[in-house]
């Protein structure tokens, strides 16, 4: 199960696909968390997302009644959040409890990332990568620590084994820093990234790329085959890229009306352009490619 539980953000990143920033206001209650937490069990995994997760102020209790409930829990960061007051006691707080950290670094250098992400970014998110290897994390099994990257444009990712690759010679060799895995993930052209498309006039040759790079082996690891969406308000999707477009499951529609799992599968996925992000090439998923 993914939950997006704040559309809030430190950051205004140029591939947002969710447009998430400081001018949004959306968060996920303590009583939608309830029945997050109260269907856990019938999964295994558990997914923190975003916006920054972390300024919703029920962030923890979510994470600490998931253990309780036995899943695995990972979260997604933008590691600059963590550097910000009232934040800065997180790294300590999620090794404690063997929180998988799923971290954005668009790229290894400066000023390709702070292009993307904003000015200053890379060296907290450096400065966060060595404090979180210090605590163990990319340097031990119980704490794992992936790396996201997005193309810088209006391209496909690199081949994600031979990227990864590069990413730890680069980020070892200049930084001192190690990681777990490197998921590598194409830009969904909705949100942010599609208002960039639109304005380079790329939009169309864009989708052109997808369609014509469209990999049928991707398609037995499409997320939305395997897991569930929740929306801030309970809503419930196949995945997180079809949030921001409204495409939300027919029924039941919100996750307080699930009562048991039977009910969410089989279904009927929902489709639109944008999915060819998710077969194009490599394939691409919230956990990097699929084929």
Same mark, same amino acid.
């Given at each position: ?17 969710? !447009? ?6 959306? &968060? ?31 962030? =923890?209790?979510?994470? @600490? ?30 090794? &404690? =409890? ?33 404090? /979180? !290897? ?11 620590? @992936? ?11 690199? !081949?994600?084994?031979? /990227? &990864?690759?590069?990413?730890?010679? =680069? ?73 921001? /477009? ?20 089989? =279904? ?24």
């Amino acid at each position: 199960m993914q939950v997006n539980i704040t559309s809030k953000c430190n950051l205004f990143c140029k591939h947002c696909h969710i !447009n998430a920033g400081l001018n949004r206001h959306e &968060e996920m209650s303590l009583e939608t968390m309830k029945h997050v937490i109260r269907l856990l069990p019938n999964f295994k995994i558990l997914d923190i997302t975003g916006g920054a997760p972390e300024m919703n102020n029920n962030y =923890r209790w979510l994470i @600490d009644n998931a253990i309780n409930s036995g899943v695995h829990v990972m979260t997604r960061s933008n590691l600059v959040i963590m550097n910000e007051s009232g934040y800065q006691d997180l790294p300590e707080f999620l090794a &404690e =409890r063997g929180v998988e950290i799923v971290c954005s670094l668009p790229f290894y250098s400066e000023n390709d990332c702070d292009r993307q992400r904003g000015s200053g970014t890379f060296k907290i998110i450096i400065s966060m990568l060595k404090k /979180l !290897n210090a605590l163990g994390y990319g340097l031990s099994e119980k704490l794992p620590l @992936d790396l996201v990257y997005n193309p810088g444009g209006a391209f496909l990712p690199p !081949n994600q084994s031979s /990227l &990864e690759r590069e990413y730890k010679a =680069r980020l070892k060799s200049e930084h001192n820093i190690e990681f777990t895995n490197l998921f590598a993930i194409t830009n969904n052209p909705i949100g942010r990234f599609r208002e960039f498309l639109d304005r380079s006039g790329n939009y169309d040759k864009y989708m052109k790329r997808l369609f014509d790079s469209f990999n049928p082996e991707a398609l037995p690891g499409m997320m939305c085959r395997f897991q569930i969406s929740v929306g801030c308000d309970g809503r419930l999707y196949d995945c997180d890229f079809n949030q921001p /477009l409204g495409l939300a499951i027919d029924e039941p529609d919100n996750i307080s009306k699930v009562n048991n799992i039977s009910q969410l599968t089989p =279904r009927k996925i929902k489709f639109a352009d944008h999915c060819y992000a998710c077969v194009a090439g490599n394939g691409s998923s919230c956990g990097g490619t699929t084929a």
